[in-house]
């Protein structure tokens, strides 16, 4: 079973970047390269949305309100997916989560303790 770590959340300023990385633990195997992962956010009292997803040969989709300014990449030598996040606003504090995904971004694992991500100034 694939289990996933997320890291590199903090506190940005608006217009700043950010890179957050979802690890999948050794006990994973070789099954994450085949895995889609989505990454998600949960802002303060708002349900948990789908902000991009990766497939396993590489293609990815986003959300209309990141588009343009988040990248989600992975390196499957390394089992890790990132998101890079740049022009940040405020908008875009959350909890941010990563997980194996459907094609259609539903996520299909238990959710990890996810990383926090502030945009202020």
């Known amino acids: 079973q694939v289990q996933l770590v997320e890291s590199g959340g903090g506190l940005v300023q608006p217009g700043g970047s950010a890179r957050l990385a979802c690890t999948a633990s050794?006990?994973?195997?070789?099954?994450?390269?085949?895995?889609?992962i989505g990454w998600y956010r949960q802002a303060p009292g708002k349900q948990r949305d789908l902000v991009a997803t990766?497939?396993?040969?590489?293609?990815?989709n986003y959300a209309d309100s990141v588009k343009g300014r988040f990248t989600i990449s992975r390196d499957n030598t390394k089992n890790t997916v990132y998101l890079q996040m740049r022009s940040l606003i405020p908008e875009d504090t959350a909890v941010y989560y990563c997980?194996?995904?459907?094609?259609?971004?539903?996520?299909?694992?238990?959710w990890g303790q996810g990383t926090q991500v502030i945009v202020s100034s």
């Open positions: 997980n194996r995904a459907t094609i259609k971004g539903s996520p299909l694992g238990s």
């Open positions: 050794a006990a994973s195997g070789s099954g994450f390269r085949f895995s889609t």
């Open positions: 990766i497939f396993s040969g590489g293609d990815t």
